[in-house]
T-cell receptor, first 115, second 110 residues
């Protein structure tokens, strides 16, 4: 079974702190994604990566950056955390894009609170 | 713009009922459609994946159908149980990006 793990289930940070959220997958997937989920707004794509050192902006990249130095690991970085970044963050991975049998696998999520 | 909607937003049924959840997508050029389950405070668990060339997929008490021409997918849950209580999301895959619906929150009452 595909396993996607995230470094923390719950995280509390202060405004202005630099925050790192880590995601690791064990299925050699090329594609990795970071979403945030908020009540009433659903899942929104922040960034995705289709290969090592490659990244693409999603729908809401402002205030975030990402890093993909190894195929299995995709990091989300909040350079200076703000209260409006309090949210549930979900990481996902999938095989290469364009393949009809593509399927997305999610991690357990990180509930981030910024005070 | 590619959008996915789900109706109803919330549903409450007594145990044992059969039920249908609906998912609609505006752009019919999908590669596949995936149904997920999400328990409160948790990540998403994949339930079923329907390829664009398929009409339906089944897994246990779950059956998902896909009608690309009308831009609709349905998730049918047979003989519902309290353990089915969760939020159900659908996601359309367009070859590079996934577009998610807002979800249907299901409560199955014992």
């Amino acid at each position: 079974d595909v396993k996607v793990t995230q470094s923390s289930r719950y995280l509390v940070k202060r405004t202005g702190e630099k925050v790192f959220l880590e995601c690791v997958q064990d299925m050699d997937h090329e594609n990795m994604f970071w979403y945030r989920q908020d009540p009433g707004l659903g899942l929104r794509l922040i960034y995705f990566s289709y290969d090592v050192k490659m990244k693409e902006k999603g729908d809401i990249p402002e205030g975030y950056s990402v890093s993909r130095e190894k195929k299995e690991r995709f990091s989300l970085i909040l350079e200076s955390a703000s209260t409006n970044q309090t949210s549930m963050y979900l990481c996902a991975s999938s095989p290469p894009g364009g393949i009809p049998y593509n399927e997305q696998f999610f991690g357990p999520g990180t509930r981030l609170t910024v005070l | 713009k590619q959008e996915v909607t789900q109706i109803p937003a919330a549903l409450s049924v007594p145990e044992g009922e059969n039920l249908v959840l609906n998912c609609s997508f505006t752009d019919s050029a999908i590669y596949n459609l995936q149904w997920f389950r999400q328990d409160p405070g948790k990540g998403l668990t994949s339930l079923l994946l329907i390829q664009s060339s398929q009409r339906e997929q089944t897994s246990g008490r779950l059956n998902a159908s896909l009608d690309k021409s009308s831009g609709r997918s349905t998730l049918y849950i047979a003989a519902s149980q309290p353990g089915d209580s969760a939020t159900y999301l659908c996601a359309a895959y367009y070859g590079q990006n996934f577009v998610f619906g807002p979800g249907t929150r299901l409560s199955v009452l014992p």
